[in-house]
């Protein structure tokens, strides 16, 4: 299981946490959710999973919290006042919010959560910490409490030993400013939300490509903001993403920006057939639009960005590589809306 949490650190991390600018995965304070704005308080994943007697399943849920840093300069009468930035000693010190790595994990057996539904109630501090700039001025580094709850239960499924496995993580923090705008509501948020799901005996079941007995029930499962893909050999493991991945996906070792996505049995060690397509001139034809590199898309989950090539795996599907920010994702056709120039 440490080798499955140390490949979904580094994923979480090259595609969640870096450049530290979350824009998904973010679970806002219920107060402030509105589903009509794309806010939301809540996530949810279910998979499939094949335990093993006497099964215990270990849950991660990692997320970033945002702190904010203020840079105050010293006034000649002793006092502190608030600046953009501060030159000490040649190093320049910036205002910004900056963020805070957090991580929860709960280990439980699984036939207890075949007979009740567990809670995993869990609080995040707030806190403020003070630098002393020498004689100049000082970092003042203030976040706010969070609070939340992971949600786990499972439901097993008929003529198979095989459970559903569901797993809500909700943002709980009691949290309300009248007329306070979103970037004072971050602060009370979790950013960048996924889970790890591992499993030390028994193995999850690929949704995306099941074995025929599970293809009814792969149907059945209802994700929210959160997308399960495989990890590790053995498929003990499961991570739950709110940006779309295959199952098995490692790093590219050239950047830790992108992500080669790999399917099971597939030894080449690239992701797209050149021989396939021209990724910078081939398109794609999507709800009567043609798709290219520079054409502008929504994603399903409410991010815009620009098509950067269009790409088709070892088994001929087309996939498009899109650039949200400073960031690159991956998504089919059909998880895609073409937008206007």
């Known amino acids: 299981m440490t080798t499955a949490f140390d490949t979904a650190r580094a994923i979480g991390d090259a595609v969640l946490y870096h450049p530290r600018t979350p824009d998904f995965g973010v679970l806002m304070p219920p107060a402030f959710a509105s589903p009509q704005a794309g806010d939301f308080a809540d996530c949810r994943v ?3 999973l ?3 007697s006497h099964a215990v399943l270990h849950v991660r849920l990692r997320f970033l919290q945002s702190q904010e840093r203020v840079v105050c300069r010293r006034g000649a009468d ?3 006042d608030p600046v953009a930035s501060l030159t000490v000693d040649g190093t320049e010190h910036t205002t910004w919010d900056e963020v805070v790595e957090r991580e929860i994990d709960a280990v439980l057996p699984v036939a207890e959560l075949t007979a009740q539904r567990t809670c995993v109630p869990f609080v995040v501090g707030g ?3 003070t630098e002393i700039l020498g004689r100049a001025g000082k970092l003042v580094r203030r976040s706010w409490s969070v609070t939340g709850e992971l949600r786990l239960s499972a439901r097993v499924l008929g003529g198979r030993n095989g459970i559903r496995l569901r797993a809500d993580v909700v943002n709980t923090t009691e949290w309300y400013e009248p007329d306070s705008s979103r970037e004072e509501a971050l602060r009370h948020a979790m950013l960048s939300v996924h889970v ?3 499993v030390n005996a028994g193995r999850f079941v690929s949704l995306t490509e099941p074995p025929p007995w599970a293809r009814a029930a792969a149907e059945q499962c209802e994700s929210h903001r959160l997308w399960p893909v495989l990890l590790g050999d053995n498929d003990a493991a499961v991570l739950a993403a709110p940006v779309t991945l295959y199952d098995h996906p490692i790093l590219v070792p050239e950047s830790e920006e992108r992500i080669q996505y790999l ?3 597939i ?6 057939d050149p021989g396939a397509v021209c990724p910078e001139t081939d398109e794609v034809v999507v709800a009567g639009v043609a798709v290219s590199a520079g054409s502008r898309v929504r994603l399903r989950d409410g991010l815009i960005g620009t098509v950067h090539a269009v ?3 070892e088994e001929g599907y087309l996939h498009l590589e899109i650039k949200v920010g400073d960031r690159y994702r991956y998504a089919t056709p059909g998880e895609i809306e073409p937008l206007p120039v």
């Open 46 to 48: 279910e998979c499939l």
């Open 50 to 52: 094949e335990p093993r």
């Open 78 to 80: 002793g006092g502190y």
């Open 127 to 129: 806190a403020e910490r």
């Open 196 to 198: 790890v799901l591992a």
């Open 263 to 265: 399917r099971r049995g």
């Open 267 to 272: 030894p080449e060690d690239t992701w797209w």
């Open 311 to 313: 790409l088709s795996d």
